[in-house]
């Protein structure tokens, strides 16, 4: 397992990149098919191209960064578990200055974007999946790969279902080796966690996941954490209440940032939810461009939920003229759905979601999740009423029998 | 909710049903004519637009396709709420995705638009040899309920476009309070506030 999944990343990594494309002209308004740093076919023309080798550079020159970085501070500088910027709970008289030090400065650096080479080891290690996988026997992944194969579930049938389905044409999660590998990453999360089960959209957060990590394990420690730590409670289960009080949060975030564009949506019909369940539950890898996915989970595995918030919060600031203008429902979508799929460049995303967007806490999050948390509850809990309503009606006599 | 003006409708058109009995497949047949063996599961929801010529009138759908899976049905009132039509997708080969498919009839005959034009499409009609939910069946059931039935192939093409077209020649007549003259009064200013307020 691990010798395939390293030749694969030696693949993504080191291999001279050559364009996959048909460019036969300069012309900037023809439209030209070629695979991304992480495989995926992208269309777009000759300066979307342009763009991605730009960005390819610039990575390329990021890992110099923190080559120096590892030379001036000692190797592995930033997997000293007390440095991670995501438990905010610590109290800054706790950290020795050292510490402190190279917290804000890793900070600022994963901002910046964390190498592709290094991701695996930097995300394992800021996210706590390390720590995570350091609390279960070492051999916890493959037994429980052991004890449910052949199992059929509820869970199972519908991951089977979905596994041709997601990124269906990659190079490598559209084979079958990347079919049984998510299946086994998906299949034993179902059973890690019954009330998660299996819900629809972990299948494309597993498989970037397993495009980013070195091993398939790795992969599963990192869904793991995501989904034990890193996002909202209850995000994927049951009835997705965490992702309704995620998308209230988001609403009034909206209405504070950016006032004049939130009384416009509203007045025009425009439910932001609309386009940010997607958003939330599949951590943007359904709509942003890989590399520009992968650098809001190098600050996301960091810094915590609220980046989702910053990231969302970008969006509809950056096209904010734009969206004031428009008069109809669709046309909002359109323009949002466009902005996504075109932002090859992460750092014009993650300029306006850290320096446009004013800072946003853990806490004010936490806050906020408690005070929208009855409302969603209540009305969860009307709707369920309501269906069970609709079972009575169909026990009475007069109603049609099935 | 469907609105009128100089001939043109708008309709916002909502698809429901199980996971996998076809919904985004026959979106994108109907709006691009293309068919994919695996198609992307949907999350949330989709949307796109169609506009089609019916007599002297043109009908632009505004289509919500949403995830099928049973726990998303909770994110479903915000896209069926004020739709003026929706497909109720099943899939031929797959009894439970039937009796999904009635749940969501039941919910929206509660919960939906009293005037909704509701169709019920029996999908992956290609599929003769592994059907297990016949075409009687479904069409007693559609009548029952005032629906109206096809059997549709997103695969094939076969009455994709027929069944967007039908609803789209049902739509007018299913909203005779808003036009009951036959003149257009409505400017567009106005029906955006009224379907603010009846969306909000």
Avoid at chain 1, 169 to 179: A, I, Q, S, V
Avoid at chain 2, 111 to 121: D, H, I, R, T
Avoid at chain 2, 139 to 158: C, D, P, Q, V, W
Wanted: hydrophobic share 40%; aromatic share 8%.
């Amino acid at each position: 397992m691990f010798g395939t999944q390293a030749s694969r990343e030696i693949s993504h990594e080191f291999q001279p990149q050559v364009w996959k494309t048909s460019i036969h002209t300069r012309r900037a308004n023809i439209t030209v098919k070629f695979q991304d740093l992480y495989g995926f076919t992208v269309e777009g023309n000759v300066d979307d191209v342009n763009i991605l080798n730009e960005v390819r550079e610039k990575v390329r020159q990021q890992g110099r960064v923190w080559w120096a970085l590892e030379a001036s501070k000692g190797a592995n500088w930033y997997l000293q578990p007390q440095i991670s910027s995501i438990s905010e709970g610590i109290s800054v008289g706790s950290l020795k200055l050292s510490a402190l030090a190279n917290t804000i400065a890793l900070k600022r650096l994963i901002r910046k974007g964390i190498p592709p080479v290094l991701r695996p080891k930097v995300w394992l290690s800021i996210s706590g999946a390390a720590k995570k996988k350091s609390t279960v026997p070492e051999s916890y992944y493959d037994d429980l790969i052991a004890a449910v194969e052949g199992k059929v579930t509820a869970a199972t049938k519908q991951i089977d279902h979905d596994l041709p389905r997601t990124f269906p044409g990659h190079p490598w999660l559209d084979t079958p080796e990347g079919h049984a590998s998510l299946r086994r990453v998906l299949v034993g999360y179902s059973f890690r966690d019954c009330h998660v089960g299996y819900c629809q959209g972990l299948n494309y957060v597993a498989a970037l996941l397993l495009l980013v990590m070195k091993t398939e394990e790795d992969a599963f420690w990192m869904l793991a954490v995501l989904l034990e730590n890193v996002l909202v409670n209850d995000c994927y289960t049951d009835n997705l209440s965490g992702c309704h009080v995620e998308q209230r949060v988001f609403k009034d975030l909206l209405a504070k940032k950016c006032p004049t564009l939130s009384a416009h949506l509203e007045s025009i019909g425009f439910d932001v939810s609309l386009v940010a369940t997607e958003w939330f539950l599949c951590l943007f890898s359904k709509s942003l461009p890989s590399e520009t996915t992968m650098r809001v989970w190098d600050v996301l595995f960091n810094e915590g939920a609220k980046v989702l918030f910053h990231v969302a919060l970008a969006i509809f600031r950056m096209k904010e003229m734009e969206l004031l203008m428009a008069q109809q429902v669709g046309d909002v979508i359109s323009i949002i759905q466009r902005t996504t799929h075109h932002l090859y460049e992460p750092d014009d995303l993650l300029t306006v979601a850290f320096d446009k967007v004013s800072s946003l806490t853990t806490n004010t999050i936490t806050k906020q999740r408690k005070k929208q948390e009855p409302a969603v509850m209540a009305e969860l809990d009307q709707r369920l009423r309501r269906l069970n309503s609709l079972k009575l009606d169909e026990k009475s006599p007069d109603s049609p029998k099935e | 909710m469907a609105t009128i003006g100089n001939n043109n409708l708008n309709a916002k058109l909502v698809l429901l049903g199980d996971m996998g009995a076809g919904k985004s497949s026959l979106v994108l047949r109907f709006v691009k004519g293309q068919f994919l063996e695996f198609q992307e599961s949907t999350i949330g929801a989709a949307f796109f637009s169609q506009t089609l010529a019916v007599n002297d009138a043109t009908v632009k759908f505004e289509i919500w396709d949403t995830a099928g899976q049973e726990r998303y049905h909770s994110l479903a009132p915000m896209y069926y709420r004020g739709a003026a039509a929706a497909i109720i997708v099943y899939d031929i080969t797959s009894t439970e995705s039937f009796t999904r498919a009635k749940k969501w009839v039941q919910e929206l005959q509660k919960q939906g638009n009293p005037n909704m034009v509701m169709a019920l499409a029996g999908n992956k009609a290609d599929l003769e040899d592994k059907r297990k939910v016949t075409a009687e069946e479904a069409r007693l059931y559609a009548e029952e309920n005032g629906l109206f039935f096809m059997e549709t192939s997103a695969k094939t093409a076969i009455n994709v476009n027929d069944i967007f077209y039908e609803i789209a020649r049902k739509l007018p007549r299913a909203q005779p309070a808003q036009n009951p003259t036959g003149m257009v009064l409505v400017d567009r200013p106005a029906e955006r506030s009224q379907a603010a307020s009846c969306c909000s």
